[in-house]
């Protein structure tokens, strides 16, 4: 139940960065190749769990949020998924590859207003990631990717709650430029392979490949 | 005014400042008779002309209602009912309990953390990060235990009440036992044994909870009345014969309908 402590025959594969880094789109691709070269793979993503949904989505509309229900119901969300999706694929022998992990809980959380060690004990019990990918995009390629074909952000999404400013766009970049700061103390913390997001997405994607492959000797 | 101390990390966020208010836990294994004694001590404390406001677990606007149909649906794996308890907590904590007590309101909880740490230590959840999980939580002014003789006086009252066995009463994710019974003597047992050790670390004011309502809830007015005037002069003695009448009348809901006589 300690992070670090599970051994399983798995592996566990996830990607963080901020939104607009393109870190979806690289798991995309890993994860078509893998089913095409024949592993084992399963799927999974932040905020999936139906019940955890739908309270969410209830409360995000009424702005009903303090710092520390946001993080521990996204905690809950997040244990479910350490439960039914991640734990037993990996007790199976399967790959499991996740978008977002507990160091995005780590970064928001203590943007919001959480004390970083508390958040940091409350995830305990997630399984310690076979390779942790954080793709690493400059604040103004990640915000105007966003922001492209995009007319208005949603409220927690410009971190609006936080009161940094008035106008959605200003405190979204305020905010997503904090979040940046917390991943980058999070680097050398918990051993994050930095990948460069600016560069094409065929060479990350080799980049990857290159990193993971030693890891899936036998796991076919 | 009362401090406001925390168990561990203080929420960052908040105002610390000392509050008018006070918080009284009321803290008993199933079936002691908590929500009666919340109930009785709320329109005591109400006729005195205090401002009193009570919750309880799953009681939150934000989880209450998911974490219902969990339980109906049997659907959550062990750390994830924690965590969802726990949201459960801080937002009660937040949006109900301290803007009361700030308010200065005397608030009745039924259950407070300690129910939540105790479910999950009989799980096999570790102990340390159970606590972790409330480190945000205030301390209160004051902890009463309803504590039980034994399980089987929880079992007799629990048939004698008519309401019968419930699954996660009877701890029955467990598999403790071939039945609900088994399940529940042995469920039970394992929370009694983790409320008495929780009693000493966190000072718990232990209540004899197997008497009489009326004994107990005397008990209970003279501690309660200790903590909202310390200056109080002192009381008639809370066990009197004329204080238990007292509390017999004003507990009587209705009295019992005699049958009539067959003819």
């Known amino acids: 139940m300690v992070y670090g402590e599970h051994e399983f025959a798995g592996k566990l594969f996830v990607v963080e960065g901020t939104d607009g880094s393109g870190k979806s789109t690289q798991l995309g691709l890993l994860y078509q ?16 769990s139906p019940l955890v949904r739908e309270i969410t989505k209830r409360a995000k509309k009424r702005t009903l949020f303090t710092p520390t229900t946001f993080s521990l119901l996204h905690a809950t969300d997040f244990a479910d998924r350490t439960e039914r999706d991640i734990i037993p694929p990996l007790k199976a022998g399967a790959i499991v590859l996740a978008d977002r992990y507990i160091y995005t809980a780590f970064a928001r959380d203590v943007v919001r207003g959480c004390d970083p060690e508390w958040v940091r004990k409350i995830y305990r019990f997630a399984v310690k990631p076979t390779v942790r990918f954080f793709f690493r995009a400059p604040l103004e390629v990640a915000i105007e990717r966003i922001l492209i074909g995009r007319p208005e952000l949603k409220y927690y999404e410009a971190g609006m709650d936080m009161g940094l400013s008035d106008d959605p766009e200003e405190s979204f970049k305020l905010f997503q430029g904090r979040i940046l700061d917390e991943y980058d103390k999070m680097v050398p913390e918990f051993g994050l392979t930095v990948i460069d997001a600016s560069r094409s ?20 | 005014m009362a401090e406001m101390n925390f168990y561990g990390t203080p929420l960052p966020y908040i105002d610390h400042k000392p509050y008018p208010g006070k918080l009284i836990v009321i803290e008993g294994t199933d079936g002691v008779g908590r929500s009666t004694h919340i109930a009785e001590l709320r329109a005591w404390l ?22 219902k149909e969990a339980k109906l649906g049997h659907t959550l794996g062990r750390l994830t009912m924690q965590l969802f308890y726990a949201t459960d907590f801080a937002d009660r904590l937040e949006n109900e309990i301290l803007p009361a007590l ?13 129910s939540a740490i105790a479910r999950a230590v009989v799980r096999d959840i570790d102990p340390d990060w159970a606590r972790a999980l409330y480190d945000f939580a205030i301390v209160p002014d004051a902890i009463f235990y309803l504590k039980i003789k034994s399980v089987n006086e ?49 000072g718990f004011h232990t209540i004899n909870a197997s008497r009489s309502v009326a004994r107990v809830s005397a008990d209970l007015r003279r501690a309660v009345t200790a903590i909202i005037e310390p200056m109080a002069p002192a009381l008639e003695p809370a066990d009197s014969p004329e204080v238990i009448a007292r509390l017999r009348q004003d507990l009587t809901v209705k009295p019992k309908k005699r049958k009539k006589p067959a003819l």
Do not use: C
Not at chain 1, 33 to 48: D, I, M, Q, R, T
């Open chain 2, 102 to 114: 700030r308010a200065g309101f005397i608030v009745l909880t039924d259950r407070y953390i300690y």
């Open chain 2, 46 to 67: 109400e006729a005195q002309g205090h401002a009193v406001s009570d919750t309880g677990m799953a009681r939150s606007d934000l989880a209450g209602k998911g974490l």
């Open chain 1, 201 to 220: 997405i065929i060479q990350q994607q080799h980049q990857m490949r290159r990193i993971i492959l030693p890891h899936l000797k036998d796991m076919k």
């Open chain 2, 154 to 202: 929880l079992v007799m009252r629990l048939i004698s009440s008519g309401r019968g066995f419930d699954y996660w009463e009877s701890g029955m994710d467990l598999s403790l036992g071939e039945d609900f019974y088994e399940s529940f003597v042995l469920y039970q047992s394992r929370l009694l044994e983790e409320f008495n050790r929780m009693s000493l670390e966190y």
């Open chain 1, 33 to 48: 190749w893998l089913k095409a070269e024949g592993y084992p793979v399963f799927f999974s993503e932040w905020n999936s």
